[in-house]
């Protein structure tokens, strides 16, 4: 599965499959298996899961730095998943900000490429021209959130390795009910990353990922993920609040879907140069 | 009065002696001067508003105290190739896992932005990223170019002929200072574990340069205090010629010395640079007290008894030492007022301790005294020096006019070199040429954009900085700073803003403007902080809400006084250009910081000195009464401090932080002089001397304790002038000179004014003027 990007593909932060009996199911493994051998597994099963052919949704982004000072920022996102037997060869996403004033119709286009490069493309209405734009890194920040795209998008499953550290742990959601969870850790093989271990906590009933420890190179914990509103959209798990901290900058980026909606019926044109212009006017 | 103490004193010796002993053991576990205390706070008061203005600061931006790191290859080839950017890079990740560091500036971290070539089916395009992304598509000699075109780069990271890099470290500040020794030390590790071959590493900044003074405190405190107290001990062996005597004021001054230090630690004072002053200061003090003692017990205990030469000494020392501690110590006491917490701390110990040293030397030396045994044949002190003091005296009182002319013609080259004298740190300058601080400074200061950062601090409403009237303002603003002399570079939002708007716009040079809209300026931003390193670059420069900015002005190393007015110039620009615009415009950074720091240290000394200066005078009419003796103290007070700052004057050496101390101290020790020998001139005449007797009685006695102090202090604290650390040298030269003048003052200009003014201060006009004073 390549590497996803945009919003509506946030596999292992928002979405999980509706039909999770069959993970269930599935990961009733043997004790005498090893930790790493459950751990992927599991994230095998996070990673797996149907996510819709495509997406449309909106939402508004918190974002507040070491002095709590609040910038808001509403983006409205087009997503849809490519790949094999489908109608773009990658995942592709549109976001454009509607909030503030003074960047409304700013549109940000990405084009997954499997094969190489990703392409991505800036429509600034001031400029009223569509702009390319050099590639980042996954682990780089999400439209200058907290959240890096590997957040939001999910992590490459082949440039992790997994370990899970035991699955007899709860989670307390926002509302007070608790939910046995997987605790797992995951080890990027990436030698240069900037954050190279993650621990997250899996929701064993949804296989929802509930909460995030994310540790740099110094193995510091930097960042923390939280989920704060979970919730069913057309059968699928979707979280609609989730919070990100970063303990070492003392920034926090709070996101909140305001409405999302599934398999839309999303064409390749409406992630065109074309749609990303147009659709600002 | 004076004889009741000596008797009260004497009748409860052993108390007294084994409270100050048993003291003295108890505080020595927090005599602990090595551990120094290098936060910030312990030079500036939190309520200070420069001390204020940087915290505000710092807590938007971070620190500015950073470690700059100055790699020079042999060659631009070298520097520009894949092992060297591969080391930079390699390097700068380890930098920032180590303990305290926030961020590393270097050509591996250092993000560029570039317009993209238009392409068939469309517009070009953007692309911001890291500088040494491009080595998978790019030869290291096209990204080293690159780099040096780069005006954000050039000078910061990269010297104009490509030869020399930077990385800069920056830190987290709440911790660093905790640790920064170790951090400096595991930073060199690091960077002399991968170093290519024929490299090499220089190390400055405001962090390097902070620790350096650390290490050179400790060094020379290990290098130079075994010297000094073997010197002590050898002078005083030699002017005494009895090693009980000698053990004794050697005991005798580290009793004192515990007590000084550990009450410091007790009253929750932290030891630093300047507070290790405090034990010369001490030392210098005790030697002069304990050879008064010593002299006078000595010459009465040849013929009386212990007890008798115990309350003799006393009674006739109390007076002259107390009033000589205590001009002195209300002298270290006036800087309790200074602005600076470390002078404060400092002008508080040093009056404990010299106050301290007082009663200890009143008891505790004629105590053990007791356990030496009576001279019986004159000592080397009285052999040497009797004679050529009786001659000096008669020389003194027979050619009085003489005397005072050749004292007004050095007062006047005296004066000559003190108006050349200038008010001056250069904390660079401080290290000998040779010294890897000056070196590093050199190489800097010459290839890359200096050594010393301020900056502009603008605060205003959100989004207030991306409005286009306020960025042509912070433009307008670095273009002014940029024409001071000394500043070597200038960085703005604004040169952000104009080079992001230019690559959107095809690169076309006409386009390197700060743009006309709000919502243009916002939009570039916006895109240019989308990625992490563009947000980084942002987070360095503005406020996520755009309500804060900051304009960072880079210098050579200099003078902080010129540091200091180029700060005032840099204020008045930003105040006179912001004026109007719903910003306020702060100057701070660590350039401001230490340079306000310097010119307090310094102001604060010379107002102390001055205070000192009329202390010694108030209390000198006071402890006898007398204007005359008010008026009579001035010359030989006068004069060596004149004669110290000629000849700072005329050997350039400036008065800065490290030589502004020597005249406090010396006037301690000058004044302690004088004292001694009005009171003895004074007892003499009421003994029935004539003038020139009593001159004489005092030249022999007082004058033979001074020259033996002298000698003493000389001879220790000569050794600093090895220290390849100026101030130190500069410390142990100045206060050499200054005991020897204050003896030369002593025994020439005192008497010579005396005779040269019989009607005032004649034995029978002081007479006159006692027998009046009882009568009323």
């Known amino acids: 599965m390549s590497r996803l990007l945009s919003l509506f593909l946030i596999t292992p932060f928002l979405h999980t499959w509706a039909g999770n009996e069959r993970f269930l199911e599935a990961t009733t493994f043997p004790q005498s298996r090893s930790a790493e051998e459950r751990g992927t597994q599991i994230a095998r099963q996070v990673q797996d899961r149907d996510t819709g052919r495509d997406s449309r949704s909106t939402m508004r982004m918190r974002l507040f730095d070491r002095q709590g000072r609040v910038r808001e920022r509403a983006l409205s996102t087009l997503g849809m998943k490519g790949g094999a037997g489908r109608a773009v060869p990658g995942d592709r996403s549109l976001t454009r900000f509607t909030y503030p004033n003074d960047i409304n119709g700013t549109g940000f286009l990405v084009w997954e490429n499997p094969e190489g490069e990703n392409e991505r493309f800036l429509y600034l209405p001031s400029l009223g021209r569509v702009r390319r734009i050099a590639g980042s890194e996954t682990q780089d920040s999400f439209m200058g959130s907290d959240f890096t795209y590997e957040d939001i998008g999910g992590r490459e499953f082949e440039d992790y390795t997994y370990r899970l550290i035991d699955d007899t742990s709860r989670w307390t959601a926002p509302d007070g009910t608790v939910h046995p969870v997987f605790r797992l850790e995951s080890r990027t093989r990436d030698p240069k990353a900037k954050f190279p271990r993650v621990v997250s906590l899996v929701r064993q009933d949804n296989f929802v990922v509930v909460r995030g420890e994310v540790h740099n190179r110094r193995d510091e914990l930097q960042k923390v993920f939280d989920v704060k509103r979970l919730e069913r959209v057309n059968g699928i798990w979707t979280v609609l609040e989730m919070v990100m901290v970063d303990t070492l900058q003392r920034t926090r980026t709070e996101l909140v879907v305001e409405k999302v909606e599934y398999n839309v019926g999303l064409t390749a044109a409406d992630f065109s140069r074309r749609a990303l212009e147009q659709g600002a006017r | ?776």
């Open chain 2, 1 to 776: 009065m004076s004889l009741r103490v000596a008797r009260f004193i004497y009748r409860w010796r052993r108390w007294l002696s084994g409270f100050v002993v048993i003291g003295a053991v108890l505080l020595a576990p927090r005599a602990q001067i090595q551990n120094i205390d290098n936060d910030l706070t312990a030079w500036f008061s939190r309520e200070d508003s420069v001390y204020q203005d940087y915290e505000r600061f710092q807590t938007e931006f971070g620190g500015t105290r950073t470690l700059i790191l100055a790699i020079e290859a042999p060659s631009r080839d070298r520097l520009f190739s894949a092992e060297s950017f591969d080391f930079l890079t390699r390097l700068s990740e380890d930098i920032k896992r180590v303990e305290a560091v926030q961020r590393v500036s270097s050509l591996a971290t250092a993000t560029i932005v570039d317009a993209l070539a238009s392409t068939p089916d469309g517009d070009g395009g953007l692309s911001v990223r890291r500088l040494l992304n491009d080595l998978d598509t790019s030869t290291p000699e096209a990204i080293g170019a690159r780099a040096i075109e780069d005006e954000l780069f050039r000078g910061d990271l990269i010297s104009k002929d490509g030869t020399v890099t930077a990385v800069v470290v920056f830190f987290d500040e709440s911790r660093i200072d905790d640790v920064r020794a170790d951090v400096l030390a595991r930073i060199r590790q690091l960077v002399s574990a991968g170093l290519p071959d024929g490299f090499k590493a220089h190390y400055n900044g405001s962090l390097e340069i902070t620790e350096w003074y650390n290490r050179v405190t400790l060094d020379n405190q290990l290098k130079f205090t075994p010297p000094i107290f073997v010197l002590t001990l050898g002078a005083l062996f030699l002017m005494f010629r009895s090693w009980r005597k000698t053990w004794l004021t050697f005991g005798a001054i580290l009793v004192s010395l515990f007590w000084t230090l550990g009450l410091y630690d007790l009253f929750g004072m932290s030891f630093n640079v300047l507070s290790s002053m405090i034990v010369p200061l001490v030392v210098v003090l005790a030697v002069a007290d304990d050879v008064h003692i010593l002299q006078h017990y000595g010459h009465h205990r040849r013929t009386q008894s212990h007890e008798d030469s115990f309350i003799a000494t006393v009674s006739h020392l109390l007076a002259p030492i107390f009033s000589a501690s205590l001009t002195t110590a209300l002298g270290m006491l006036s800087l309790a007022t200074s602005q600076v917490v470390a002078v404060r701390e400092f002008g508080l110990g040093a009056a404990t301790g010299v106050m301290v040293d007082f009663a200890i030397s009143i008891i505790l030396v004629p105590t053990m005294l007791a356990w030496v045994k009576p001279e019986t044949t004159e000592i080397p002190q009285e052999t040497w020096f009797i004679g050529p003091l009786r001659r000096v005296a008669m020389f003194s009182t027979r050619h009085a006019t003489a005397v005072l002319a050749i004292g007004a013609v050095v007062v006047a080259v005296s004066v000559a070199g003190a108006t050349r004298l200038k008010v001056d740190t250069n904390h660079i300058n401080f290290f000998s040429e040779r010294h890897e601080l000056y070196t590093s400074a050199q190489v800097i200061d010459t290839k890359l954009s200096g050594i010393y950062t301020f900056q502009i601090f603008l605060e205003g409403g959100p989004d207030v900085m991306q409005r286009p009237d306020v960025l042509a303002r912070m433009d307008r603003l670095a273009t002014e700073l940029s024409t001071l002399p000394y500043v070597k570079k200038v960085t703005s939002l604004a040169d952000y803003v104009k080079r992001v708007h230019r690559e959107l716009n095809d690169d076309r040079p006409e386009t390197y403007v700060v743009p006309a809209s709000s919502q243009e300026i916002a939009q570039e931003l916006l895109v240019f902080g989308l990625g992490d390193e563009g947000r980084a670059e942002l987070d360095r420069i503005v406020a996520s809400d755009y309500s804060r900015a900051q304009i960072t002005v880079k210098l050579a190393s200099m003078s902080s006084d010129l540091v200091f007015v180029q700060v005032n110039e840099a204020d008045r620009l930003a105040q006179s250009i912001f004026a109007d615009s719903g910003v306020v415009a702060t100057v701070t950074g660590s350039g401001r910081l230490f340079s306000t720091l310097d010119h307090y240290l310094v102001r604060s000394q010379i107002s102390s000195f001055a205070m000192a200066f009329l202390m010694v005078f108030t209390v000198i009419f006071i402890v006898f009464r007398s204007w005359r003796f008010g008026l009579l103290s001035i010359p030989p007070n006068l004069f060596p401090v004149l004669m110290v700052f000629g000849v700072m004057g005329w050997l350039d050496i400036s008065l800065n932080v490290a030589t502004v101390m020597v005249a406090s101290v010396a006037l301690g020790v000058v004044d302690d002089d004088t004292i001694h020998f009005l009171n003895r001139y004074r007892r003499e005449t009421h003994l029935g001397a004539t003038t020139d007797e009593a001159i004489e009685t005092a030249t022999i006695h007082e004058g033979r304790a001074a020259l033996t102090t002298a000698i003493v202090n000389c001879s220790a604290f000569g050794v600093l002038m090895l220290s390849e650390y100026q101030p130190s040298a500069w410390f142990g030269g100045l206060l050499a000179l200054t005991m020897v003048v204050a003896f030369l003052a002593e025994v020439f200009a005192l008497p010579a004014t005396i005779k040269t003014f019989p009607k005032l201060f004649g034995a029978d006009a002081v007479r006159r003027a006692d027998h009046t004073a009882e009568v009323a």
